[in-house]
């Protein structure tokens, strides 16, 4: 189904007073097959469009002229086959608006196929880790701000920054159900300046060896 062919059947419905659905009960169909008549996402078979055409009082031919080439006939009707394989709810109204939820997105668009509007849906622990990111940033700037007033720690209490994102990587873990949404580096970093800042002495030179958890974590949890 070519678009200028789409275009004709939602003018010829226009023209006779018909709803979809109102065409639909007329062929004994859906609402939603007229609508992808209409949108070119499908087409009539041929009982259909003698039906069309006599419904409409237009001949076969006039019903399907049209002035495109092979090659783009043949692409109208692969690209919505492609379409049609994507997961996720849709729903079309009568005029040919859509709404697409997909992927943690709402699309909506319109009759013409044009993204209006693009929403992220949140899931429960994506919002949870929202909260959890945004208290623990406050916590790690009072408890950094109290360190230094209190116990002089300006130059190395700043490693409490570490903390959020390490808890917040924790939560995604269980929300993705996969390890390697954890962020290693942090931790890797966390405890490097931790240990190499806070106790005394100084161990710079061996507590690099830290770093090499980064790597082996990695690979041991994609590991197929």
Not at 98 to 124: A, C, F, R
Not at 175 to 200: D, R
């Amino acid at each position: 189904m070519t678009i200028e062919i789409a275009d004709r059947l939602i003018k010829l419905r226009k023209k006779y007073g018909y709803s979809q659905e109102e065409l639909a009960d007329k062929l004994g169909l859906s609402r939603q097959a007229v609508s992808k008549w209409e949108r070119a996402e499908a087409s009539p078979d041929t009982d259909n469009l003698i039906c069309l055409a006599k419904l409409y009082g237009v001949s076969l031919d006039e019903l399907l002229n049209t002035d495109d080439s092979v090659e783009k006939i043949v692409e109208e009707q692969v690209k919505p086959q492609q379409e049609e394989k994507r997961e996720g709810i849709h729903i079309v109204d009568d005029e040919g608006n859509e709404v697409h939820i997909e992927d943690h997105h709402i699309y909506l668009k319109d009759k013409d196929g044009n993204t209006v509007e693009k929403k992220k849906v949140l899931s429960k622990l994506e919002k949870v880790n929202i909260i959890i990111s945004s208290v623990l940033g406050g916590v790690a700037l009072i408890t950094y701000i109290l360190l230094g007033c209190l116990l002089q720690m300006w130059w190395n209490a700043w490693v409490v920054f570490f903390v959020p994102e390490i808890i917040a990587s924790i939560v995604r873990c269980f929300e993705h159900k996969n390890a390697a949404k954890f962020n290693m580096p942090f931790l890797s970093c966390f405890v490097f300046f931790f240990v190499c800042m806070i106790i005394p002495g100084g161990l710079w030179h061996p507590m690099w060896v830290v770093f090499l958890a980064i790597p082996v974590y990695y690979s041991i949890v994609n590991f197929d």
